[in-house]
């Protein structure tokens, strides 16, 4: 089995910066994509940033420049580093990982449980 366990949510002020990870661990081979979605209150689940194995970036709109996402293949983990967070962002995180397991054929999607942030004004 896959696990992704996401850290770093919380209360912030408007104007903060947080930094998210999420470490993935198990039967892995290899990561090919991992990326954050985030899901506020009434509203569908959205990418937020992603990031291939190679280093390759893709941010939504609304977080150009202020979030970056990053990640460290040797620990299997990926970060978004979060800055001027404004009260819009507010929602729970989740983490995304494309995964190759040992022994199986394919590539198979996994989600972390979420992390709740919640920016004050």
């Known amino acids: 089995q896959v696990q992704l366990v996401e850290s770093g949510g919380g209360l912030v002020q408007a104007g903060g910066s947080p930094r998210l990870s999420c470490a993935a661990s198990g039967s892995i081979f290899s990561i090919n994509a991992m990326g954050w979605y985030r899901q506020a209150p009434g509203k569908q689940r959205e990418l937020v940033a992603a990031?291939?194995?190679?280093?390759?970036?893709n941010y939504a709109d609304s977080v150009k420049g202020r979030f970056t996402i990053s990640r460290d293949n040797a620990k299997n983990t990926v970060y978004l580093q979060m800055n001027s967070l404004k009260p819009e962002d507010t929602a729970v995180y989740y983490c995304?990982?494309?995964?190759?397991?040992?022994?199986?054929?394919?590539?198979?999607?996994?989600w972390g449980q979420g992390t709740q942030v919640t920016v004050s004004s």
């Open positions: 995304n990982a494309e995964v190759r397991r040992k022994w199986y054929p394919g590539q198979y999607d996994y």
């Open positions: 990031i291939t194995s190679g280093g390759s970036t």
